[in-house]
């Protein structure tokens, strides 16, 4: 174009400038190539990434408590010491995750005072009690199980540092979905009492196993723009329906029921048909109202000023550390 | 432009990043970052955050804000030079094609 330059068309080119921006990104999701922390990337892609990692990191670590509650009262030293290694873990996979979020320009302190304040989000299943040793085991089964549906399609995510954070934690997480899968076939291979407990715990962390894939399609608002994204790979309820299609073989071998009456194999979708979900109770205990959402919060924010001491003295000891090593060079 | 991570006056303890040689004859390798007071207790929490499963046999730590990166927004500019300079590849040279041991 020979147009001589007006002031409008210097306008344009600004625009066009901040579009070249966007075209990269738009580029790379195309190519189905990845997004590092310091390209640049659209502000709602930033923060659909902090709000899902951060809520991520958030349930690992609230999801230490189920299965901390057991660690004194594990059966064996055997069973103690791999409950330990589990919650261990689950420590780590929310460092994991905390440090992918904060390459998002958000800090470790502020993801933890949300977190503590109640104004971050964690997954509704850590708001369920484990009052029974069963529970162990159905956790490690079916929640582990559920968790490990929506994370192995999330290695892929678009954004560099979360797909890597998931690969180490898929790897881990295999283990916790055998033993837990293990403590139940040893229930079930024991008294009528064990078989009974083995069931009751099945009973009660199927339907919230469930609910772990989020709302039905249809009323799940965000998905189509993270999926747009390359964050998501699969829908709510295409995960959904693999996870029950993995775990009715499996309950087979344990010789427990899943307690949903309309649960069958459907020949022509060949896929299993399934019960309707309580959405109302998924939404009273995202809404706080779950049987255990005030102690989990309580627990954690005890935790943290507990050990606000040691993180204050170490970090005390730390500069006056450097300050002498100075004074001596 | 977002703050390289490390350098926040928010956060009680700094930053470092995480380097883990997984076995003799191995350089170390990013394997990700964590907070600590000071270099030895960053390499302690290293050890029980990335080498739980035997992944190591050596740690390294550095403090985040200690390195120096390449300017993001000149990146196409920077890494330019290598653009059609194919003849540093050794399958630029074809007609050898064929003859053993070359």
């Keep these: ?329 | 432009m977002m703050s390289a991570p490390g350098t926040s006056e928010k956060e009680i303890w700094p930053l470092w990043e995480v380097f883990v040689r997984a076995s003799r004859g191995i350089s170390h390798t990013h394997v990700g970052s964590l907070h600590a007071p000071d270099a030895a207790l960053a390499v302690r929490n290293a050890r029980d955050l990335y080498t739980r499963r035997g992944e190591g046999v050596s740690i390294w730590v550095v403090p985040a804000d200690a390195i120096t990166t390449s300017d993001p927004d000149a990146k196409g500019a920077f890494f330019e030079s290598p653009a059609g300079k194919n003849y540093r590849h050794a399958s630029y040279y074809s007609k050898s094609e064929g003859v053993k041991h070359l």
């Design chain 1, 1 to 329: 174009m020979t147009t001589p330059a007006e002031p409008d068309a210097l306008a344009a080119d600004a625009s066009l400038e901040v579009s070249a921006d966007e075209r990269q990104f738009n580029a790379l999701i195309a190519a189905d190539s990845r997004i590092e922390p310091r390209d640049w990337m659209p502000d709602a892609y930033r923060k659909t990434l902090v709000r899902q990692i951060s809520q991520h990191a958030n349930s690992e670590i609230i999801g230490m408590q189920p299965e901390a509650n057991w660690i004194t009262r594990a059966p064996s030293l055997k069973r103690k010491a791999i409950l330990m290694a589990k919650v261990q873990d689950e420590a780590g996979h929310g460092l994991y995750l905390y440090s992918a979020a904060q390459t998002l320009g958000t800090t470790r302190d502020e993801m933890t005072d949300a977190l503590i304040a109640g104004k971050a989000r964690y997954s509704s299943i850590f708001n369920y009690p484990s009052p029974t040793w069963a529970d162990m085991g159905a956790i490690g089964w079916l929640v582990d199980g559920a968790a490990i549906c929506n994370q192995v399609p999330l290695c892929r995510a678009s954004y560099g540092p979360y797909g890597r954070a998931m690969v180490r934690i898929c790897k881990e997480e295999s283990f916790h979905q055998r033993q837990g899968f293990e403590i139940l076939l040893e229930l079930m291979q024991g008294t009528p009492a064990q078989r009974e407990m083995a069931q009751d715990a099945v009973n009660r962390w199927y339907w919230p196993a469930l609910m772990m894939f989020g709302p039905p399609d249809d009323d799940s608002p965000n998905s189509a723009q993270s999926m747009a994204w390359n964050i998501k790979r699969f829908s709510n309820d295409e995960l959904r329906q693999r996870f029950v299609g993995m775990c009715v073989p499996q309950a087979e071998v344990l010789g427990l029921t899943l307690p949903d009456p309309d649960l069958r194999w459907n020949d022509e979708k060949g896929a299993y048909d399934m019960g309707e979900i309580d959405w109302t109770e998924f939404h009273e205990v995202l809404a706080g109202r779950g049987p255990a959402n005030a102690r989990r919060l309580q627990r954690r924010r005890e935790a943290h000023e507990e050990g606000r001491w040691v993180r204050e003295a170490a970090a005390a000891y730390a500069r006056k550390q450097a300050v002498r090593a100075q004074a001596v060079a």
